[in-house]
């Protein structure tokens, strides 16, 4: 396959699931300060989705890297959220309108999460 091609596959693919992502009406990232994140470009999050918890609010999706990834076309949203505790967990879906994560020591932190 050719660069190209390739391009115009991935393309057609991240629109597809942006899509579906706006169908489904996933909390969008608002806001991202994990700069040394690969999917965070200029404080804006280009991963499909992240889920949050398991050990705190943390975005499961950070990856330290130094270079960018995910799509333009990709809107990102919140695929899960482990945190029973926190109010906007409805059965491990997020019902905030939309999330902000923040850095926080060595973790990226999902900074809407509030305690029940």
């Known amino acids: 396959m050719t660069e190209i091609k390739k391009r115009e596959y991935r393309r057609h693919w991240h629109s597809r699931i942006t899509e579906v992502i706006n169908m489904v009406k996933m909390p969008r990232i608002k806001t991202c300060d994990a700069k040394m994140c690969g999917y965070n470009r200029d404080g804006i999050c280009y991963t499909i989705a992240i889920n949050v918890g398991a050990s705190g609010p943390r975005c499961n999706a950070f990856v330290q890297a130094d270079i960018k990834c995910g799509g333009d ?5 919140v695929g899960a959220c482990k945190m029973k505790e926190c109010q906007y967990n409805d059965c491990l ?3 905030a309108p939309d999330i902000s994560v923040k850095w926080h020591g060595i973790q990226a932190l999902c900074q ?5």
Not at 112 to 116: L, S, W
């Open 93 to 95: 879906i997020c019902t």
């Open 112 to 116: 809407t999460f509030t305690k029940r």
């Open 73 to 77: 076309e990709i809107t990102s949203g």
